[in-house]
């Protein structure tokens, strides 16, 4: 029998939720900014996408075969995806910490919600600034809290060598600038 006829389950859509391993013991910890960006998306999901879907899905159920109405198949397709994202981002907002990286402004130790330049053994200058799990975008130079380099600088000064253990190896690396955002 071909994969197209094949009836899909409750569990096909269950395997894409797996959440981010979040150290035993610990917390998920988020900035307010990415705790309220989780929250607007799954509030316009539920509240605005999900509604247009289903109402696209019930005009396409009502033009007969469904075997082969593409509105249908699609639209079925879609709503199970927004579903599999709103199960996600109600899993990780329930388990959110909010910590506001704005407290720690003016110190010189790094917490979570610093920006932090450093240098490495060859001398290049690096500024990435320490965000959860779920916000962290590298492309920005943010990395989560559980990175190597994030577990490598958490508690650290300004003008402190660590140890940074990479899969080539062991470098030391100087904190030259600890900042957190102003409180506003």
Known sequence: ?????????EADDEEDVSLPAVPAGGKNYITPQGFARLRAELLQLMDDERPKVVEAVHW?????DRSENGDYIYGKKRLRE?????RFLTKRLEIAEVTDPTVHHGHD?????ATVTYAEGSGARRTVTIMGIDEADSS???VS???PIARALL?????DVVRLVTPVGAQEIEVLEVRY???A
């Open 155 to 159: 508690k650290a000064r300004e003008g």
């Open 181 to 183: 955002p102003d409180p």
């Open 60 to 64: 396409a159920a009502k033009n007969g």
């Open 145 to 147: 809290w559980i990175s």
């Open 140 to 142: 920005k130079g943010q």
């Open 109 to 113: 130790q790094v917490f979570f919600g």
């Open 82 to 86: 927004i579903d599999r994202r709103i």
């Open 1 to 9: 029998m071909s994969k197209a006829f094949t009836r899909e389950t």
